[in-house]
């Protein structure tokens, strides 16, 4: 039996080497910015990539991760055959002070109709 991955780690950006325009265009995109919102009401890990609500299939869905990892809103991790993921809330509040806040509470001022 192999010890090996079956897929290489994913790589991350720490959310202090992040341009500011950087997480802007990262968060403007909704597909993005839908992920974000739901790992806000998630606890850390909880969230397998499969089972995000979004109208993408399985590569535009890992091109968004890779997008949302180089802007340091997400990290990944391989559990078993799943990945999993947080939102770097902690550390991207630090960098860029209200910018999730601002993000998250535009969707609850804006009602919850979107789809």
């Known amino acids: 039996m192999s010890n090996?991955?079956?897929?290489?780690?994913?790589?991350?950006?720490?959310?202090?080497?992040?341009?500011?325009?950087?997480?802007?265009?990262?968060?403007a995109d909704p597909v993005r910015l839908q992920l974000v919102r739901e790992l806000a009401t998630t606890a850390d890990w909880e969230h397998t990539c499969g089972t995000f609500d979004v109208p993408v299939g399985k590569a535009a869905l890992s091109h968004h991760f890779s997008v949302l990892r180089a802007a340091g809103?997400?990290?990944?991790?391989?559990?078993?055959?799943?990945?999993?993921?947080?939102?770097?809330?902690?550390?991207f509040d630090r960098r860029f002070p209200g910018l999730l806040d601002l993000v998250l509470r535009d969707r609850r001022e804006n009602g919850e109709n979107e789809r």
């Open 4 to 27: 090996r991955s079956h897929r290489a780690a994913p790589e991350h950006t720490h959310p202090d080497d992040v341009p500011v325009q950087t997480a802007l265009a990262a968060l």
């Open 73 to 91: 809103l997400i990290e990944q991790r391989d559990m078993g055959p799943k990945r999993v993921n947080r939102l770097r809330r902690p550390e």
